[in-house]
């Protein structure tokens, strides 16, 4: 039954029903009731978590989530109970990630990744330049610097630059104080003219698909 599979999603978020209605505008005690599901019911559910699979709410068939992360569930947006903000996003060009980030909403909230409270927001990786450290597929966990003219060559860093988003070491040029190198274990390392940068945020979380 479909109310038996709500309840099923509501056991594995961890919530209660009392916050399962508050989060969908379901009437309290909707759940409790012998009766079956309204349309309306159905539809509330499936607007607010948008990452279950209607065919599995329907019929029972298929995965709970229309994306499986695993042990990592991307919850619907509520900080009252929830952790670090997940932005599915590609990053336009020219854009840092604090801009975008504030003229838009979070995807989700990661919950329950040893370690991921100390990062700012939660990013998805693509590209291997970074294995076995980073793998494609990963979540990198990143924090916002102060200063950015003093890096630590041994940390990992999201940079942003007037036409990439990357995540690589960084290597200081010796004859030019004007250049950075950026440095991958998978890439060929290559410079970057500093005016070029529009934003660099520290690497504090990686969480590689298992």
Same mark, same amino acid.
């Given at each position: 039954m479909i109310k038996a599979r709500v309840l099923k999603h509501i056991d594995r978020?961890? +919530? %209660?029903k009392n916050k399962f209605y508050n989060l969908t505008g379901i009437p309290n005690g909707t759940l409790d009731k012998k009766t079956g599901v309204s349309e309306m019911f159905i539809e509330k559910y499936l607007s607010a978590f948008e990452d279950v699979n209607p065919t599995w709410l329907l019929t029972g068939e298929g995965e709970m989530f229309i994306k499986d992360e695993k042990d990592t569930i991307v919850l619907p947006n509520d900080e009252t109970f929830l952790s670090v903000p997940f932005w599915n996003l590609q990053v336009s060009a020219g854009h840092s990630v604090t801009e975008v980030i504030g003229q838009s909403k979070p995807d989700g909230y990661i919950k329950g990744l040893p370690g991921a409270? +100390?990062?700012e927001n939660i990013l $998805?990786? %693509?590209g291997a330049s970074m294995e076995p450290e980073v793998s494609n597929g990963a979540l990198i966990g990143v924090r916002r610097i102060n200063n950015w003219e003093s890096l630590n060559t041994e940390r990992i860093y999201l940079i +942003?630059?007037?036409e990439d988003r990357m995540i690589k070491r960084i290597e200081y040029d010796n004859t030019n104080e004007d250049l950075l190198w950026c440095v991958s $274990?998978?890439?060929p390392k290559f410079k970057i003219f500093k005016t070029d940068i529009v934003e660099i945020q520290r690497v504090c979380f990686v969480y590689n698909p298992k």
């Amino acid at each position: 039954m479909i109310k038996a599979r709500v309840l099923k999603h509501i056991d594995r978020l961890g +919530i %209660s029903k009392n916050k399962f209605y508050n989060l969908t505008g379901i009437p309290n005690g909707t759940l409790d009731k012998k009766t079956g599901v309204s349309e309306m019911f159905i539809e509330k559910y499936l607007s607010a978590f948008e990452d279950v699979n209607p065919t599995w709410l329907l019929t029972g068939e298929g995965e709970m989530f229309i994306k499986d992360e695993k042990d990592t569930i991307v919850l619907p947006n509520d900080e009252t109970f929830l952790s670090v903000p997940f932005w599915n996003l590609q990053v336009s060009a020219g854009h840092s990630v604090t801009e975008v980030i504030g003229q838009s909403k979070p995807d989700g909230y990661i919950k329950g990744l040893p370690g991921a409270d +100390i990062a700012e927001n939660i990013l $998805p990786v %693509s590209g291997a330049s970074m294995e076995p450290e980073v793998s494609n597929g990963a979540l990198i966990g990143v924090r916002r610097i102060n200063n950015w003219e003093s890096l630590n060559t041994e940390r990992i860093y999201l940079i +942003i630059t007037k036409e990439d988003r990357m995540i690589k070491r960084i290597e200081y040029d010796n004859t030019n104080e004007d250049l950075l190198w950026c440095v991958s $274990p998978n890439y060929p390392k290559f410079k970057i003219f500093k005016t070029d940068i529009v934003e660099i945020q520290r690497v504090c979380f990686v969480y590689n698909p298992k």
